[in-house]
């Protein structure tokens, strides 16, 4: 059985009703994932606004800063997580983001370079969390990988030469590195190492993680009050890639379920339905 959607024929694909629920939600989340229209109501004006006006040595603090975080989070999702179970759920890990946003509100973008890392952190441990909820082993590597992973998905919905890139288009962008890296993932010393496809692995991340926290920065700068802005600023923050991973790790356990190709099609028809993304 086919029918056609989007100019497109796609074969029909029979899904739990609750499977078929859970991946609907996915979808409009995955394909709206902004945090500007969020962080703009906190702030009180448009983020996009605040952060095309950021000194260009700002915006490449911000961007250097945020591959650094990576990379710290890099070598925590490879090997610190594994074999452990983590503790603290959603409302644990948005209180412990309000109080480190809280330090970045008062000191601003001078204190982001103490904020972003332990923030990066907390996040990665939220979403290792939400992976062994989802049914991932946090002592394969992969896993991790995919919990890192979430710090793209929760970038802006198109890439840097403006094209759109929807949730399976940014997977397949880095699904090569994450072969790679997994690969090596055993020999800690030669993931240590500045190897070319690790380099090009955070790079593609920290493209797309630098232009999120570029808005948060300026969302900060602009917010009313100073520490209880910022650490408004940064639940919402975490609470964005959060609610990312849910739909990331959702979609993970139903291509274990159905298979990659299956939940694929489903995606692309209920991408296409109407209210789907509204």
Known sequence: MSFTLCGREL???????????????????????????????????PVGLAERALPAAASAAVARLAKQALERALDLALFSLRNRRIAGGRKFHSGLACTVGAIGGAFGLAALAVELPVSTTIMLRAIAAIAQEEGEDLADPRTGLACLEVFALGGPASDETGAEADYFAVRAMFARGLVEIADFAIDKGAIGESAPFLARFLTQIASRFGVVVSEKVAAQAVAVVGAVGGAAVNLAFIEHFQEVARCHFTIRRLERVYGVDMVRTEYDRLKCEPGTLA
Do not use: H, I, N, T
């Not at 074969?11 to 500007?36: N, T």
């Open 11 to 45: 074969s029909a694909v029979f899904f739990s009703d609750s499977d078929r629920e859970a991946l609907a939600a996915a979808v409009g989340r995955l394909e709206s994932p902004s945090l500007a229209g969020r962080l703009a109501a906190l702030a009180g004006k």
